[in-house]
C-alpha cells in the first residue's frame, strides 16, 4: 500500500509523519520548489496537538510556540465581558498554541527529513488529475512555473492537502466553483511589544463586523514578545480587494483609524507596526478551509 499526497503544507507533512510511525509507504508531491516559513500566527487547538504529541514533537512545539493559557473578550472601549482558560489550563490532557504558521511548517518538515529521509517528497510537482484504477489510484503532475509535464505517479490511495484552491478538489468537483467569500476583510501583522494580560492570552476586542485578535507568538528575556494580530472588518459584497490573496501587502492606513477609535486593546500594537510588513487577507466562508485544527488566525 503506497498512499500519495498532494501538498506539503502542515496538513500534508503531519500525514506523512503518522504514516511512517504507521510504516505505511507514501510519497507527497509539492508544487513550489523550496518551503519557505509563510504567514503569521495561528492556534491549534488540543484535539491537533494531542496528534502532533504523539508523533513525539512535543518539545519541538515547545521551542517555536506558546501555549496559550486564556482567551479573553473585550468590548470596543476596552471593557472586559468574559475570560475562560484554554488547552491544559482548562483540564485538556493538551494544550493549545499559538505558534508561527511558518514556524510549525518547518518543524513538520524538518522532522520529516529527518525521519524518512529526502525522497518521500517531489518538490517542484503539482498534482494536476487523478483517476481510480484496477489497482489504487493514478496521479499526473507537472511543473507549475513552466507548464511541463511531469509523467504519472501510482498508490492506492490518493489523499489531497493541497489547500483552499485544490486542484484535486476542482477535478472531483468541478461544478463547485471558487470559495465563496465571507465578507470579512483580514489584515494581519506581527510586532514586538510589552507582555500583556499575563503573557499567554490570546484577546479579542471590538464585534464580528469590525474585530481585533492578539496573541503572542513567541516571548523574549527582557519582558516583550512578539504579537500576532488580525485586524478584522466586515467589507461590502463589491469590494475591491475581495479577491483571495493571503500573501498581499496592506497599507495601516487602509484600516488603522477604525481600530484606534476609543480604548481598542490592539492599539498599541497598531502604532508600532513597520508599514510595509502588514499584509491584507480575506477570510473565506468554506468548509474546505481547514488548517490542521487551527482557528482563530
Known sequence: MTVL???????????????????????????????????????VQPHAIRELFELGLEGELDKVGLRTKQVAYFSAQGGEIWREARGEFAGYHWPQYSIHRGGMQMLLYRALMERAGPDVIQMGAAVT??????????????????????????????????????????ALYPDEGAAHWGGIMMWRGVTRGPSFLGGRTMAMAGKRDCKFVCYPIEEFNDGTCLINWIADRAMAEDYVWREQDWNREGRLDD???????????????????????????????TATHCRAGATGG
Open 5 to 43: 499526497i498532494a501538498g506539503a503544507g502542515i496538513g500534508g507533512l503531519t500525514l506523512g509523519l503518522s504514516l511512517h510511525q504507521l510504516g505505511i509507504p507514501f510519497k507527497i508531491f509539492e508544487a513550489v520548489r523550496e518551503i519557505r516559513p509563510l504567514g503569521v500566527g495561528i492556534n
Open 129 to 170: 488529475g487523478s483517476v481510480d484504477t484496477a489497482t489504487g489510484v493514478e496521479i499526473t503532475l507537472a511543473d507549475r512555473s513552466t507548464g511541463e509535464t511531469l509523467g504519472c505517479a501510482a498508490g492506492s490511495v490518493f489523499v489531497a492537502a493541497d489547500g483552499i484552491n485544490s486542484a484535486a478538489r476542482q
Open 255 to 285: 484600516f488603522l483609524g477604525v481600530f484606534l477609535t476609543g480604548r481598542l486593546i490592539g492599539s498599541m500594537c497598531l502604532r508600532s507596526s513597520p508599514r510595509r510588513r502588514v499584509s491584507g487577507n480575506i477570510r473565506w466562508s
